[in-house]
């Protein structure tokens, strides 16, 4: 998918390559449903501006889909998937929710704001780094988790954090999922059940 940048004052339109996956996203739904296509069109729209939304944007998929603009404005502004205001290259989002806030969300967003010397919704001077605070990232078996574009880092520690943000800062690559020795969502340290298998006849 594109990212090309488009500034706030200049005409926004689709790149060939998204004009063709709007057209695919659209072609999902019935005839007379195409509005349905809303939300994936705003987040194509919003990769391919850089990071965020704007109010012509917003107008421009509201016509591409004929509906009203207060429409597609309902959608934008009640998901905070949507950015509406530009963002660093990286958009780093620490999840607070109960599970994540049990197991250190707190030091997590401590550590990233002494770190890299800003507040919550706000962006590094050198325009590389946002941070923000989300809702339930979905991945509350390795809290405390953080989302960096389109992938998750879990299992973090406030040094794992640091570790994390260095990297991206440095422009090295970067592993996303556990940050600990854990395969996927398996219980830390090992399985403790159905270590083993009895044979057929075998005595339970």
Excluded at 33 to 48: F, T
């Amino acid at each position: 998918m594109s990212a090309v940048a488009q500034n706030d004052d200049q005409k926004f339109e689709w790149t060939p390559e998204n004009e063709a996956l709007a057209q695919k996203h659209v072609a999902k739904y019935p005839e007379g449903r195409q509005q349905s296509a809303v939300m994936p069109l705003l987040d194509i729209a919003q990769r391919q501006n850089g990071g965020h939304v704007t109010q012509e944007i917003m107008e421009y998929i509201a016509d591409y889909l004929d509906m009203a603009p207060i429409k597609v404005m309902e959608v934008a502004t009640f998901y905070t998937m949507y950015n509406h205001k530009p963002i660093g290259k990286h958009h780093v989002q620490v999840c607070g929710t109960t599970p994540c806030w049990l197991r250190g969300a707190d030091d997590i967003m401590k550590a990233c704001k002494t770190h890299l010397g800003i507040e919550k919704g706000e962006t590094t001077e050198d325009g590389l780094i946002t941070l923000s605070e989300v809702e339930c990232a979905g991945a509350c078996v390795n809290a405390p988790v953080v989302a960096i574009g389109d992938d998750y880092f879990e299992d973090l520690t406030p040094e794992s954090m640091i570790e994390l943000l260095n990297k991206l800062r440095n422009g090295e690559a970067v592993k996303p999922g556990p940050q600990i020795d854990r395969q996927n969502s398996a219980p830390f340290g090992g399985a403790t059940t159905l270590k083993e298998f009895k044979g057929k006849g075998e005595d339970a």
